[in-house]
């Protein structure tokens, strides 16, 4: 059995993926970068909760969901430690590492309001320039995002 | 292996290597007063305010036998009436066979570029990149004092907003360079450029005054402070007269120590030290027309 799941009670899933270990002021961007508002299954989230390694986390459950490895880079981009497990049959059947993609297109935001993706209709492209710490650059406007400077489109 | 531009953009400083640059600077030795581009159309847009950039380059290419169209005012064109710049190319790219383009916006022109297919060459777009100016300093260089490799060089002024700064301290990078940039701390050279600087081994060293360095430089660098980029008047008025140089300033320089600028100028350096030997900022100028035969020659493939 999962054990966070005795540990908070947060209701175990049967199938689906469950990413753990998010810092508390990622959880939320989780959900928005997985679309999780339009998804119909059940999903269980808590934040600040205490763990022994980051002091408080959040967790996400996502029940029938299997992530495919884009949706789980993109998790890496704002929660670096957040591992992630596939779950059927209520066993963890696979744990995932998360990878910082090498490039990001389309996901984020450029922080420079004069960046003509902001300003005309254009994809957003970036280059992981280095994961830790971790840096971005803008294909077009050619500055360097930080990981405090990341929003999500 | 050989190098080609044959229809290649130019968009970034940072999109070419040191040979690559070397190649640019020396195809210059391949024009000689010939009609290398007769037939080729240039269109030259220009969404912000340029004097040589825009005459360099309309030059260079009447000069090799092409043809110029464009525009140096957005407002007499249907981009006033809000035309986009993805609409705005695509109408260009068939009436011309390179496009060069200066814009307000960062980015504008990578994107303008992966917009057409004929090759187009940024003039500016914003505080990022001028990559031509780039090319024209260092041929200046080179040609003064006759070597890329292992020179002190000096920026002075804004280190912030300018853009040639931070494109050819990049390049310059390339060749054993060792940087000082002198400047307020409020017109100071933005982390990220410091921190690129120093992942390709850059020696570089930040200070306020120039009299403490200037006995070590083979080459002053000075920009304008620009008022465009100052929201508030007044700040630009504190700054403006800070880094001003006249033959005081550099009378502890090097001997055969030469003093750059991109121009426009508006008072940071006095006129007396036109006259003198140091003074290699008009004949910069000069150089931009070679350096962009040169490049618009390469790009359009006419080099055997």
Known sequence: MDKTVKEYKISAIKEGTVIDHITPESTFKVIEILDLDKNKEIISVANNLQSSKLGKKGIVKIGSKFLGEEAVNKIAIIAPNATLNIIRDYKVVQKLKLKIPGRIEGTLKCFNPNCITNLEKVDTKFKVTSSNPLKLLCNYCERIMKREDIVLL | MGISFKGRDLISIKDLTKEELLYILNSTSKIKGNNLLKGKILASLFFEPSTRTKLSFESAMSKLGGSVIGFGNPQITSISKGESLYDTMKMVESYSDVIVMRHPVDGSVRYAAESVEVPVIN????????????????????????????????????????????????????????????????????????????????????IEELSKVSSQLDILYVTRIQKERFPDPVEYERFKGIYRIDKNAIKNCKQGMKIMHPLPRVDEIDIDIDSSKNAIYFDQARNGIIVRQALLASILGAFK
Request: charged share 25%; no cysteine.
């Open chain 2, 123 to 206: 003039a500016g777009d914003g505080v990022n990149q001028h990559p031509t100016q780039t090319l024209v300093d260092l041929y200046t260089i080179k040609k003064s004092i006759g070597k890329l490799e292992n020179l002190s060089i000096g920026f002075l002024g804004d280190m912030k907003y300018g853009r040639t700064v931070h494109s050819l301290a990049y390049a310059l990078s390339n060749f054993n360079a060792k940087m000082f940039f002198v400047s307020s701390e409020e017109l100071k050279m933005p982390e990220q450029y410091l921190e690129e600087l120093q992942e390709r081994k850059v020696k570089v060293v930040e």
